[in-house]
């Protein structure tokens, strides 16, 4: 499956951003798909997954409550609404996916990932 992430972009402190992920090239409603963001000089980590039905959801503890990820199979999508942004959520956020149908909060389990897209959040 191939992944193209957008809707990245700059915002003020507390504003909303929705990104998007669209998949192409297999079924989409059989993989479970997650967001990862990656900040200067840091480590790649977990910020959201979702399982194939939209069923089952989890966050990252610095996200929750702020964060919602959810899909549309039928137009092969995922989103992620981020809302009351922070400047420490100012990263590159990549979505990824695997099949199966399940996700995981690891990185490494998952072998598709879309390019990326920036999110810079100002103080």
């Known amino acids: 499956v191939q992944l193209q992430a957008s809707g990245g972009g700059l915002v003020q402190t507390g504003g909303s951003l929705r990104l998007s992920c669209a998949a192409s090239?297999?079924?989409?409603?059989?993989?479970?798909m997650g967001w990862f963001r990656q900040a200067p000089g840091k480590e790649r980590e977990f910020v959201a997954a979702?399982?194939?039905?939209?069923?089952?959801?989890s966050y990252a503890a610095s996200v929750k409550g702020r964060f919602t990820i959810s899909r549309d199979n039928a137009k092969n999508t995922m989103y992620l609404q981020m809302n009351s942004l922070k400047p420490e959520d100012t990263a590159v956020y990549y979505c990824?996916?695997?099949?199966?149908?399940?996700?995981?909060?690891?990185?490494?389990?998952?072998?598709?990932w879309g390019q990326g897209t920036l999110v810079t959040v100002s103080s």
């Open positions: 990824a996916g695997a099949s199966g149908g399940g996700y995981s909060t690891s990185p490494k389990a998952y072998p598709y």
């Open positions: 979702i399982n194939w039905s939209a069923s089952s959801t």
């Open positions: 090239g297999r079924t989409f409603s059989g993989y479970g």
